[in-house]
């Protein structure tokens, strides 16, 4: 199985080496199919499994742990509002505050899978609420996959991106995290990650005049940050000559 045949990112270094779950596979020589890999640039293009990959697909599905079923789900929208002096300009203009939304699923064993989902508040709350907790309850959390192909096809006539998508998002995290309950075992882990940590980086750098820029991300740097994130898509000259001062900044080697 070519590379170019498969998601560049998620699917293929999570199921080590293998596609990500299609629509259908059949056949004891190969099945075309559809990629559904949410978010990924391939999701919904056909992609051909060979037979090897079909014989190796038990080795996708990992065991469940403890048996749980979802009893309801709490959706709980936040905001916090900043002091004034602390507001900043962003792509929509000047920002005072910040929204999330977080969910909670609860299952009858007494386990609380936690999500969140960065989106329109209200939306967010009336998909899950009215529309997926429906035909969620009663159902293995632990079953990811068949439970984000089953929102998926059930949002679909509406979704497909945005606000919906995001939606799934914040439970498929929810379902993750039971899962990795059930098991005792963190998320990186059951994904397939060798490593505890990993290197963080400094979002931040929005949309200040470009000397501001340079000083934030300096800062970034003297508190042991070795990268850092620029908001980008302002203007063409805004843009080279914010990453050029960054660039410089940071010094080589960040």
């Known amino acids: 199985i070519g590379n170019s045949s498969l998601c560049p990112r998620w699917c293929w270094t999570a199921n080590r080496g293998f596609p990500a779950p299609a629509t259908s596979v059949s056949g004891r020589?190969?099945?075309?199919?559809?990629?559904?890999?949410?978010?990924?640039?391939?999701?919904?293009q056909r992609v051909y499994w060979g037979a090897r990959a079909i014989q190796a697909l038990d080795l996708l599905v990992l065991p469940k742990g403890e048996p749980m079923r979802i009893d309801h789900i709490e959706v709980s929208n936040l905001r916090f509002d900043y002091p004034p002096e602390k507001a900043f300009m962003c792509a929509g203009g000047r920002c005072g505050a910040r929204v999330t939304t977080l969910i909670q699923v609860y299952?009858?064993?007494?386990?609380?899978?936690?999500?969140?989902v960065y989106s329109y508040p209200a939306l967010v709350y009336l998909i899950i609420k009215q529309q997926l907790e429906p035909l969620l309850i009663g159902e293995d959390p632990t079953d990811v996959e068949a439970l984000w192909t089953r929102m998926y096809r059930t949002t679909r006539w509406y979704g497909r991106?945005?606000?919906?998508m995001s939606a799934l998002g914040g439970l498929d995290t929810a379902f993750w995290d039971l899962r990795g309950k059930a098991m005792g075992k963190p998320i990186w882990q059951l994904l397939g990650g060798?490593?505890?940590?990993?290197?963080?980086?400094?979002?931040?750098?929005?949309?200040?005049?470009?000397p501001a820029l340079a000083r934030e991300a300096e800062g970034h740097i003297a508190k042991g940050f070795r990268r850092v994130k620029l908001r980008m898509a302002r203007s063409e000259e805004y843009d080279m000559g914010a990453v050029l001062a960054v660039r410089k900044a940071i010094g080589a080697g960040n």
């Open 29 to 44: 020589r190969g099945h075309v199919a559809r990629h559904r890999h949410p978010g990924c640039r391939r999701a919904g």
């Open 107 to 116: 299952t009858d064993s007494g386990h609380v899978g936690l999500g969140s």
């Open 161 to 164: 991106k945005g606000v919906a």
């Open 194 to 210: 060798e490593r505890t940590t990993c290197a963080a980086y400094a979002s931040a750098l929005l949309w200040k005049e470009i």
